[in-house]
């Protein structure tokens, strides 16, 4: 298996609203990423996992919340969020060590928030 | 993205070879990495050269690095208008090892036309 599985494809949420993205890989790479990426933008790094801890908070605001719950699943909680937020969120993956950075992204989950 | 440059645009007829540019900032970055985005999905890597390295060919395409100019290009042979997409440059920036920062250029449209 060599894929980054998001779901769901698409969210629309109010502002109100408790929502969470999931994302899974089953091949054993133990760092994983959450991106945000705007329309015509590139993505840009929102929180870094590596063994299962939090590594890098790119001072994300706290309605966004990530979760690892085991090596294989990284989940995004929302809450509270802004139209402003909505976006294409995409998940990685990649094995940890030294050499290159080689991510596996998912196909991303858009986020309409009304 | 604002420390990694592209151009926005480029258009080429099917059969050519399209060249797409990119320069970077962080003279310490030790993998430079080049990343296909078609419509409504997630990136795909296309191929990554280390620092120590001018030149890397794989099938189609051939990566260029002038690490003293802080350049880097991407050249696809016979171009296919399957090719058309974004194609974003990357660097990585963080912690050493590989779950540091991937910092990603705007991103080139390719266009190719039959």
């Known amino acids: 298996d060599t894929e980054v599985t998001q779901t769901p494809k698409h969210l629309v949420m109010g502002m109100t609203n408790k929502k969470s993205l999931k994302c899974e890989q089953h091949m054993g790479h133990r760092a994983m990423y959450w991106y945000k990426q705007k329309a015509k933008k590139p993505p840009e790094l929102m929180f870094v996992y590596s063994y299962e801890k939090l590594s890098i908070n790119e001072s994300v605001p706290s309605r966004f919340s990530p979760e690892c719950p085991n090596s294989s699943l990284l989940n995004l909680h929302l809450h509270a969020l802004q139209p402003e937020d909505s976006a294409l969120y995409l998940c990685?993956?990649?094995?940890?060590?030294?050499?290159?950075?080689?991510?596996?992204f998912g196909a991303g989950s858009r986020l309409t928030v009304l | 993205g604002e420390d990694v440059e592209q151009s926005l645009f480029l258009s080429v007829r099917e059969g050519d070879s399209s060249v797409i540019n990119c320069t970077y900032t962080?003279?310490?970055?030790?993998?430079l990495y080049w990343y296909k985005q078609e419509p409504g999905a997630g990136l795909q890597l296309l191929t990554y050269i280390f620092s120590n390295m001018d030149m890397k060919q794989d099938q189609r395409l051939t990566v260029l690095l002038n690490k003293k100019d802080k350049h880097l290009s991407l050249r696809i042979a016979d171009t296919q208008t399957g090719d058309s997409a974004i194609y974003f440059c990357?660097?990585?920036?963080?912690?050493?090892?590989?779950?540091?920062?991937?910092?990603f250029g705007q991103g080139t449209t390719l266009q190719v036309k039959p």
């Open positions: 990685a993956s990649s094995p940890t060590g030294s050499g290159a950075n080689v991510l596996t």
């Open positions: 962080d003279s310490s970055s030790t993998y």
């Open positions: 990357a660097e990585s920036r963080g912690p050493r090892g590989n779950t540091g920062k991937l910092i």
